[in-house]
C-alpha cells in the first residue's frame, strides 16, 4: 500500500516523465530545423506507389524527383543537398498516418511534401500537424481539408469546388439552339470530386438544363457497368463524372460505348489528364472531345513549366500534351518550399508555416501562388482541358472561352465507335 | 423505377456473373481437390490478362487467339507453384499455412508485373471489345457475351473432365479419401499437381475477358481475390456449381440493388445476402461436408 509521501512522489515522477515525452514529441520538429555544414536537408514524403492511386503517385514521385535533381543542381538548399526520403501508403489513409509520424521521429526529416489525393492528404496533415510540421501538398484540394482548419497545410494546386465553374458556364452560354437540355451528374463518395459536382449543377439548372439524374457511387466499386447502364438508360446530353483515376472514367467511357450512348459533352473531374495513361486506357480514337477541368497542361506557356515539361521529356520521353498534372504539381510544391526555405533562410517548420501565411506571392511552374487563411491556393484560374483529334497526342486548353490559350472547343463530342 | 434500367442491371449480373464465376471456378476447384485456399488466384487472373496483353501489344495477337497460348502458359505456372511451394504442405495446418504460402506467391507475382509493366493502368483492346449487338433495344456486349460463352464451356469442359474422363475418377477418389486412392493405385500428389494446373490454366480465360473490360494493373487483384473468396464462400467452397451461382448472384443482386436503392447500397446488398445464407447454410449454397466438388 502506497504511503502519502510515497504517492505524492510516483505521481510527481510520473509527471514529470509524461512531461518530458509531450516535450520531446512537441519539439521534435524543432530539433530538426538546424543542420550541420555539409548535411543533406532530409525530406519525407509519402506517396500511393501501389493501390488505386499508384498511377498518380508514380507521377507526383516523378515530379518530386526532377525538382530535387533540378535544386541538387543549383547547389542544393542553402547549400545543403536535397535528399528525398519517399515511402509507399499503398493508397492507404491509415497507412500514410503510420509513414508521416515514422519519417518525422524516426527518420528525422527536416521538412515534408504532401501525399496524393484529398482522401489521404487530410489524415496526413493531421499527423504532421502534432509535430509542427509544414505540409505543402498538390494534390489535396478538397474542401474538407481545409474544413479541418489546420494551420500548416498549403496546397499549390486549384481549390477543387470551383473547378468546373469554367466548364459549366461555358455550357450555359451557348446559344438556346445549341445549348444541351439534359445533364446527369454522378460521382464517387470522394472528398475530391463530390463537392465540384453541385457546383457544376447549380450554374447549368439556372441556363435550364435540366438534371435528369444525379447519382454517388461509393469510391470502392470496381464494376460500374450498372452505374454506367443506367446514366445511358436516361439518355443526357451531358455527363458530368466525379471520377479520381483513370479505371473509372475507362470503365463508364466502355459501358456507355457498349450501350450505344455517347453525350454530346463528356467531362470527367480527373483521369483524362493523365496523358498517355489515358490514352492507352481508353484508345485514342475514344478520346476525342473528353474533357477534364484542371488548372495546369504540358503545353501552359508558362516559361518555368516549359523548362520544367522539356527535363521530363528528356528523363522520361513522351510529349508535352502526355505529362501528368500532377507531375507539375509536384514541382510546384518543392518550388514553393524552395522559396519559403530562402526568404526564412533555414529549415523551421514555424518560420516557414508564418511566411506562407503572410500573403506572399511564389512563383511556380504551375503560375502565381499565393495562399489565403486555410491555406488554399484560390488566386490559381480554372481552366478545362479537352483532348482533340485522333491521334492521342493534341491535349488543348478549351476554357476559360476567350484566354488567349484557348481553343476552340470541339463540340459536340464526336460519337463514340464511329 | 425505369424499367430499361432494371432490364440492363439484370442482364449485367447474369453475364459480369459468369465473368466472376470463370475466374473463382480455379479457386473452388483447388480448393475441393486439395483443402488449399488459393489467396494468389487474383494476381493469376491479372497474369493472365497481362499475359493477353503482351500478345496483342506485341505480337498482334488476338485476345482469344492468344488464349491458346495462355492456358498453358498458365498451366505450367500452376505446377510451378504447386511443384516449389504447395507440395510441401502436409498435416492438419496444411490449409491455414497455403494461406500464407499462396500470399507470399501473389506477392512474388505482384512485385515482378509491377517491374515489367509498371504501376500504369492498361486494359485490352480489340475491335469487339468496344462494340455491341441490341436485342429489343437491349445492348449486349460482345466481350461479355463471349465471357459468358467461355464460362459456361470452360465449366462444362471441367464438368466433364471429372464425371467423364479415368482422370476425373481419380481426382474424384482422391478428394473422398486419399489413403484409399492411394491403395488402389492412384498417384495422388500426381492428381494433386495436375488439378493445380488446370484451376490456374483457367484463370487465363478470366484474366483475358477481365483486362478487356476493365482497366487494371497488378495491384488490381487485391479487389479481385477478395470478390472472388466470397463468391465460393456463398456457392460453397469446392463446388464448381456453387461458384457458376454465386458469381451471378453476387452481381445480379448488387445490380438490382443500386438501380433501386442507388450503387451506394449494392456492395452492402450482396452481404446481407452473404451472412443470411451463411446463418441458414453454413456450408455455402452447394457445398457438402464429405465431397465438395458438386
Redesign the interface.
Known amino acids: 500500500m502506497y504511503t502519502k509521501g510515497k504517492l505524492f512522489r510516483t505521481l510527481g515522477a510520473g509527471s514529470l516523465a509524461l512531461t518530458s515525452l509531450v516535450v520531446m514529441a512537441t519539439t521534435s520538429g524543432a530539433s530538426s530545423s538546424t543542420l550541420a555544414k555539409g548535411a543533406p536537408v532530409k525530406i519525407g514524403i509519402s506517396l500511393s ?4 492511386f ?2 498518380d ?2 507521377a507526383f514521385q516523378a515530379g518530386y524527383q526532377l525538382w530535387a535533381n533540378d535544386v541538387n543542381k543549383s547547389g542544393g538548399l542553402l547549400g545543403h543537398k536535397v535528399t528525398l526520403d519517399i515511402v509507399s501508403d499503398a493508397s492507404s489513409p491509415t497507412q500514410v498516418v503510420t509513414n508521416y509520424q515514422k519519417l518525422i521521429s524516426t527518420d528525422k526529416v527536416n521538412l515534408t511534401f504532401g501525399p496524393f489525393s484529398s482522401l489521404l492528404t487530410l489524415p496526413a496533415a493531421q499527423a504532421v500537424s502534432r509535430y509542427g510540421y509544414a505540409m505543402v501538398e498538390g494534390a489535396g484540394g478538397a474542401p474538407s481539408v481545409f474544413n479541418a482548419k489546420l494551420h500548416n497545410v498549403f496546397d499549390v494546386a486549384l481549390p477543387v469546388a470551383n473547378s468546373l465553374v469554367p466548364f459549366a458556364t461555358w455550357v450555359s452560354s451557348l446559344p438556346k439552339s445549341q445549348r444541351p437540355t439534359t445533364a446527369y451528374y454522378v460521382t464517387s ?1 470522394d472528398p475530391f470530386t463530390q463537392p465540384q459536382l453541385p457546383v457544376a449543377q447549380k450554374i447549368m439548372a439556372k441556363a435550364g438544363i435540366k438534371t435528369v439524374g444525379n ?4 469510391a ?4 460500374f ?3 454506367a ?2 446514366v445511358a ?2 439518355k443526357p446530353q451531358v455527363v458530368v463524372l466525379g471520377a479520381t ?3 473509372t472514367v ?2 463508364f467511357m ?1 459501358a456507355f ?4 450512348f455517347s453525350p454530346k459533352v463528356f467531362i470527367a473531374t480527373a483521369g483524362p489528364d493523365q496523358g498517355s ?1 489515358f490514352i ?4 485514342a480514337a ?1 478520346a476525342d472531345g473528353v474533357m477534364v477541368p484542371n488548372s495546369w497542361y504540358g503545353l501552359a506557356a508558362n516559361p518555368q513549366s516549359k523548362k520544367m515539361v522539356a527535363e521530363y521529356i528528356k528523363k522520361y520521353g513522351g510529349t508535352p500534351a502526355g505529362v501528368n498534372a500532377d507531375v507539375a504539381e509536384a514541382y510546384a510544391v518543392g518550388q514553393v518550399v524552395a522559396q519559403a526555405v530562402n526568404a526564412t533562410k533555414g529549415f523551421d517548420n514555424a518560420k516557414i508555416i508564418s511566411y506562407l501565411h503572410s500573403g506572399v506571392t511564389l512563383q511556380t511552374v504551375l503560375g502565381k501562388t499565393k495562399f489565403d487563411s486555410l491555406g488554399e491556393n484560390p488566386y490559381m484560374t480554372a481552366y478545362t482541358f479537352q483532348w482533340q483529334g485522333t491521334t492521342g497526342t493534341k491535349f488543348v486548353q478549351v476554357n476559360p472561352v476567350g484566354d488567349p490559350n484557348s481553343v476552340k472547343i470541339v463540340f459536340p463530342k464526336p460519337v ?2 464511329k | 423505377m ?1 424499367f ?2 432494371f432490364v ?2 439484370a442482364k ?2 447474369i453475364l ?1 456473373g459468369s465473368l466472376y464465376a470463370l475466374m473463382a471456378t480455379g479457386l473452388t476447384l483447388i480448393f475441393g481437390v486439395m483443402d488449399i485456399i488459393n489467396v494468389a488466384q487474383g494476381i493469376l487472373v491479372i497474369l493472365g490478362a497481362y499475359l493477353s496483353y503482351a500478345l496483342s501489344v506485341h505480337l498482334g495477337i488476338d485476345l482469344f487467339v492468344g488464349l491458346a497460348i495462355t492456358i498453358p502458359t498458365l498451366f505450367v505456372v500452376g505446377i510451378v507453384i504447386e511443384k516449389a511451394f504447395l507440395g510441401r504442405l502436409k498435416g492438419p495446418e496444411k490449409t491455414a499455412m497455403s494461406i500464407l504460402v499462396t500470399f507470399a506467391v501473389a506477392l512474388l507475382i505482384e512485385g515482378s508485373l ?1 517491374m515489367i509493366f ?6 485490352l ?1 480489340a475491335w469487339y ?4 449487338f ?1 436485342v429489343g433495344g437491349i ?1 449486349f ?1 460482345y ?2 457475351v463471349a465471357g459468358f460463352v467461355l464460362a459456361v464451356v470452360m465449366l462444362s469442359a471441367l464438368y466433364y473432365m471429372l464425371y467423364r474422363t479415368r482422370f476425373g475418377v481419380s481426382v474424384r477418389a482422391s478428394l473422398a479419401d486419399q489413403a484409399s486412392a492411394a491403395l488402389v493405385g492412384i498417384d495422388v500428389r500426381r492428381v494433386s499437381t495436375i488439378c493445380f494446373g488446370i484451376g490456374v490454366a483457367v484463370t487465363a480465360a478470366g484474366g483475358m475477358i477481365y483486362g478487356a ?5 497488378a ?2 487483384s ?3 481475390i477478395s ?1 472472388l473468396l466470397t463468391i465460393i464462400v456463398l456457392g460453397g467452397m469446392g463446388s464448381l456449381g456453387g461458384a457458376m451461382l454465386g458469381g451471378v448472384l453476387l ?1 445480379f443482386v ?2 438490382i440493388v ?2 433501386i436503392a ?3 447500397w ?2 452492402m446488398a450482396y452481404y446481407v445476402l452473404l451472412v443470411i445464407v451463411l446463418l441458414v447454410r453454413p456450408q455455402g449454397l452447394f457445398g457438402k461436408q464429405s465431397a465438395r466438388v458438386a
Open positions: 506507389l501501389s493501390g488505386d499508384s498511377g503517385g508514380l463518395n447519382q454517388v457511387f461509393p470502392e466499386v470496381t464494376d457497368t450498372p452505374i447502364d443506367k438508360a436516361a483515376d483513370v479505371p475507362s470503365a466502355q460505348e457498349q450501350s450505344g495513361t492507352k486506357a481508353v484508345g475514344n463514340w465507335g | 425505369n430499361t434500367a440492363d442491371a449485367d449480373g459480369t509491377n509498371s504501376v500504369n493502368p492498361v486494359q483492346h471489345v468496344n462494340r455491341s441490341s445492348h456486349a466481350i461479355y473490360t476493365t482497366t487494371f494493373n495491384n488490381t487485391y479487389d479481385l470478390r452481381v448488387g445490380n443500386g438501380v442507388g450503387p451506394i449494392s456492395t
